[in-house]
Nanobody, 123 residues
Framework: VQLQASGGGLVQAGGSLRLSCAAS????????MGWFRQAPGKERDFVAA????????SYVDSVKGRFTISRDNAKNTLYLQMDNLKPEDTAVYYC?????????????????WGEGTQVTVSS
């Protein structure tokens, strides 16, 4: 599976962005998908994950109630709707795929990674 993230940009605090992650390959519908982010000088951190059916999701506490992860297996696409953005959300965002069938939050559990997309939130 090859992944390509898009949708990043510059937005003012309180604004919204929708990230997309297009996947190639016929196995997209299997496995858990996740979003991670990496700010300058920091480690890559878990943001959100969704199981293959979309039934189960998980978020880091700092984005709960503001971000929504979803997937459309028919379109081989993963999404991250980000609302009420804050300056501390500024980072490069990466999408990733795990072969695990349950929610996983550790980057080491993900086998496929896309190129990141920059999100910058100004105050």
């Amino acid at each position: 599976v090859q992944l390509q993230a898009s949708g990043g940009g510059l937005v003012q605090a309180g604004g919204s962005l929708r990230l997309s992650c297009a996947a190639s390959g016929r196995t997209f519908s299997s496995g858990t998908m996740g979003w991670f982010r990496q700010a300058p000088g920091k480690e890559r951190d878990f943001v959100a994950a969704i199981t293959w059916s979309g039934r189960y999701t998980s978020y880091v506490d700092s984005v709960k109630g503001r971000f929504t992860i979803s997937r459309d297996n028919a379109k081989n696409t993963l999404y991250l709707q980000m609302d009420n953005l804050k300056p501390e959300d500024t980072a490069v965002y990466y999408c990733a795929r795990s072969l695990k069938g349950w929610i996983v939050k550790a980057a080491l559990e993900y086998e496929n990674w896309g190129e990141g997309t920059q999100v910058t939130v100004s105050s």
